[in-house]
Nanobody
Framework: QVHLVESGGGLVQPGGSLRLSCAAS????????MGWYRQPPGKQRELVAS???????NYADSVKDRFTISRDYAKNEIYLQMNSLRAEDTAVYYC?????????WGEGTLVTVSS
């Protein structure tokens, strides 16, 4: 069973920063794709950032130049550094991994951007 556990969410003021972490139960190399999704209140889940096993990172237009996805293969973790946060970034953020035709999801961590 694959487990993904997010952490690092919380309340932050507009313009502030947060770093989200996702700990995977197995090697990151085992996943074809990994990334971060988010679901704002009352909206559909949307892709924020992702990368393929041997590929580069991709970002939603709404977060380009503000968010950075990264990975630590030794720790089996991926991260999402979020800078210049805006109210519209408020959402539950989910870690995602894909392999063998199956998507795996974490439980999510809530990020609230408010003054």
């Amino acid at each position: 069973q694959v487990h993904l556990v997010e952490s690092g969410g919380g309340l932050v003021q507009p313009g502030g920063s947060l770093r989200l972490s996702c700990a995977a139960s197995e090697s990151i190399f085992s996943f074809e794709v990994m990334g971060w999704y988010r679901q704002p209140p009352g909206k559909q889940r949307e892709l924020v950032a992702s990368f393929r096993r041997w590929g580069s990172s991709n970002y939603a237009d709404s977060v380009k130049d503000r968010f950075t996805i990264s990975r630590d293969y030794a720790k089996n973790e991926i991260y999402l550094q979020m800078n210049s946060l805006r109210a519209e970034d408020t959402a539950v953020y989910y870690c995602n991994a894909f392999k063998d035709t199956t998507n795996f999801w974490g439980e999510g961590t809530l990020v609230t951007v408010s003054s």
